[in-house]
Antibody, heavy 125, light 107 residues
Framework: QVQLQQSGPRLVKPSHTLSLTCAISGDSVSSNSVAWNWIRQSPSRGLEWLGRTYYRSRWYHEYAGSVKSRITINPDTAENQFSLQLNSVTPEDTAVYYC???????????????WGQGILVTVSS | DIQMTQFPFTLSASVGDRVTITCRASQSISNWLAWYQQKPGKAPKVLIYKASSLVSGVPSRFSGSGSGTDFTLSISSLQPDDFATYYCQQYNSYSRNFGQGTKVEIK
């Protein structure tokens, strides 16, 4: 059974960097058949896919256009986890952040079959 | 970007009712659509993928249909555990957009 456990600060100051980690059990961040995503949810923006990382002989990273200039998603193979960093945050980045695994896929994208528990991150001074 | 529009926004129903939720894509997504159920304080849970395929372990009272731009999620006989918010999500394109959600409330 795949489980994703999220951790990280709940409060981030404006212009600072939001950092979260998602620890994986029951699967591997280096798996050749799945990818690992970050998604956020807020009343104003709804559910929004932010990006993913995956391994296919080398590491790949894909990011949503809305955050592409500010986001980094990195795998940590030693700890079997992956992380999210979002730079230069504003109050508009206040949201519940989820990590999730790719589920069923088309040729272009995937749904999400396993999710972390979610962390509410508030951007405020 | 493909936009996903769900309706109704809120649905009031009683235990035992048949309910139907609609999701419309701004352009064709073939059948690359998933449905999720979300309860307060919890992560979304996938119910249906590829528009009509039921995820293992999901009760058979849930069903999905549609292709192209118009899709529906139906619950044949609403149970107390089904009161929640439901989201559609397209995975035909890079953006992977979600609908804005439909809240199913107790009548």
């Amino acid at each position: 059974q795949v489980q994703l456990q999220q951790s990280g600060p709940r409060l981030v100051k404006p212009s600072h960097t939001l950092s979260l980690t998602c620890a994986i059990s029951g699967d591997s961040v280096s798996s050749n058949s799945v990818a690992w995503n970050w998604i956020r949810q807020s009343p104003s923006r709804g559910l929004e896919w932010l990006g993913r990382t995956y391994y296919r002989s080398r590491w790949y990273h894909e990011y949503a256009g809305s955050v592409k200039s500010r986001i980094t998603i990195n795998p940590d193979t030693a700890e079997n986890q992956f992380s999210l960093q979002l730079n230069s945050v504003t109050p508009e980045d206040t949201a519940v952040y989820y990590c999730a695994r790719d589920g069923f896929c088309s040729n272009f994208a995937c749904s999400f079959d396993y999710w972390g528990q979610g962390i509410l991150v508030t951007v405020s001074s | 970007d493909i936009q996903m529009t769900q309706f109704p926004f809120t649905l009031s129903a009683s235990v035992g009712d048949r309910v139907t939720i609609t999701c419309r894509a701004s352009q064709s997504i073939s059948n690359w659509l998933a449905w999720y159920q979300q309860k307060p304080g919890k992560a979304p849970k996938v119910l249906i993928y590829k528009a009509s395929s039921l995820v293992s372990g999901v009760p058979s009272r849930f069903s999905g249909s549609g292709s192209g731009t118009d899709f529906t999620l139906s619950i044949s006989s609403l149970q107390p555990d089904d009161f929640a918010t439901y989201y559609c999500q397209q995975y035909n394109s890079y953006s992977r957009n979600f609908g804005q959600g439909t809240k199913v409330e107790i009548k």
